[in-house]
């Protein structure tokens, strides 16, 4: 009878502990969601940012030649 009392009072401590890290992980979670909730990723550009990408024209097949060589 003690060794089943022991083994309870293990799995309620546990139990507790993991409850515990479960709401641990959960509210930093929640605080990490609420830091980057208002932050805008695709607002444009601050302070001399330079366009990256251009498009040019190019023939169909110019572009499947550079899909195959390049793999894009």
């Known amino acids: 009878m003690r060794s089943l009392l022991a ?38 550009p601050e302070g001399n940012a330079v366009k990256v990408n251009q498009q040019t024209d190019y023939q169909w097949i ?3 030649s550079i899909f195959f060589r390049l793999g894009e």
């Open 7 to 44: 083994y309870t009072k293990d799995v309620i401590k546990l139990f507790f502990l993991f409850i515990l890290c479960t709401s641990l992980f959960y509210f930093g979670l929640q605080a990490i969601h609420q830091e980057y909730e208002d932050y805008h990723r695709y607002d444009a």
């Open 62 to 64: 110019d572009r499947i």
